[in-house]
């Protein structure tokens, strides 16, 4: 599976952004999607994962209510949208692709190559 991150930008704190991530190669429903993030000098940490369905979704408890993850298997694109921007926020974001949902990195197969996101105060 070859991922295609995109959709980051400078935004200011308060603002939205919409992350795509665009899938190639494989039957796309067949992977759970995961969005991980990292920032300068910062262990890459999980925001969001989809199952291959789209019917379950998980978050940490930092973004609940301000990250949804959302997926069209029609498009082979799974879509990361960020609300409320913080500039802690502030990170290369990566979307990956694996057979289950989950928050552990390593269990994600494939990875794209990030897209930048920079939240200014």
């Known amino acids: 599976v070859q991922l295609q991150a995109s959709g980051g930008g400078l935004v200011q704190a308060g603002g939205s952004l919409r992350l795509s991530c665009a899938a190639s190669?494989?039957?796309?429903?067949?992977?759970?999607m995961g969005w991980f993030r990292q920032a300068p000098g910062k262990e890459r940490e999980f925001v969001a994962a989809i199952s291959g369905s789209g019917g379950s979704t998980y978050f940490p408890n930092f973004v609940k209510g301000r990250f949804s993850i959302s997926r069209d298997n029609a498009k082979n694109t799974v879509y990361l949208q960020i609300d409320s921007l913080k500039p802690e926020d502030t990170a290369v974001y990566y979307c990956?692709?694996?057979?289950?949902?989950?928050?552990?990195?390593?269990?994600?197969?494939?990875w794209g190559q990030g897209t930048q996101v920079t939240v200014s105060s």
């Open positions: 190669g494989r039957t796309f429903s067949n992977y759970a």
């Open positions: 990956a692709a694996g057979e289950l949902a989950t928050v552990n990195l390593y269990e994600y197969e494939y």
